[in-house]
Antibody, heavy 119, light 110 residues
């Protein structure tokens, strides 16, 4: 059974940093393309970014609102996905989900972790 | 990149069929057959319901179907049931390795 468990969320001041983790199990993590998707309170879903498997180059792509501030990385030895968030803004407040990616869609989702950016 | 356009809400009675539209542009929905749909119950993570416009993942009821015409994709739910009441989101590949979601539609089962 695929399991994705996010952690690392919390309250941070504007301009601060936070690192989220996503522990994966139940599938071959090293072969997976992984994504982060966020959802602001009471709002819709927003794609944040993606990292390919190392076999496919390990490259990353980001949505425009987070490009240059957020960095996605992975540790295949630990089956863990990361999201480093710097220069946080109030508009980054959201539940952050990690997802797998196959058949051209986000197929498995974690339960999410809440990030609140507030002074 | 702008979010795809969905109606804010739709409703239907048990047993009826409803359709949720998802309108994009020729740069996303109209240019790729990579439209997917997600169901989200309150306080829960989204659930993957449709991929590549009209394909259903294993375990998803055949009451859910997807289609696309031009820049607009649609999700149809037939034989509406109480447990279908949820928020629904469409998603499309937007080109240049980016993805765009719709604003979401709240489905109420009357």
């Amino acid at each position: 059974e695929v399991q994705l468990v996010e952690s690392g969320g919390g309250l941070v001041k504007p301009g601060g940093s936070l690192r989220l983790s996503c522990a994966a199990s139940g599938f071959t993590f090293s072969n997976a393309w992984m994504n982060w998707v966020r959802q602001a309170p009471g709002k819709g879903l927003e794609w944040v970014g993606r990292i390919k498997s190392k076999t496919d180059g390990g490259t990353t792509d980001y949505a425009a609102p987070v490009k240059g501030r957020f960095t996605i990385s992975r540790d295949d030895s630990k089956n863990t996905l990361y999201l480093q968030m710097n220069s946080l803004k109030t508009e980054d407040t959201a539940v952050y989900y990690c997802t797998t990616f196959s058949v051209g869609a986000f197929d498995y989702w974690g339960q999410g972790t809440l990030v609140t950016v507030s002074s | 990149q702008s979010a795809l356009t969905q109606p804010a809400s739709v409703s239907g009675s048990p047993g009826q069929s409803i359709t949720i539209s998802c309108t994009g542009t020729s740069s996303d929905v109209g240019n790729y057959n990579l439209v997917s749909w997600f169901q989200q119950h309150p306080g829960k993570a989204p659930k993957f319901m449709i991929y590549e416009v009209s394909k259903r993942p294993s375990g998803v009821s055949n009451r859910f179907s997807g289609s696309k015409s031009g820049n607009t994709a649609s999700l149809t739910i037939s034989g509406l049931q109480a447990e279908d009441e949820a928020d629904y989101y469409c998603c499309s590949y937007g080109g240049s390795s980016t993805w765009v979601f719709g604003g979401g539609t709240k489905l109420t089962v009357l």
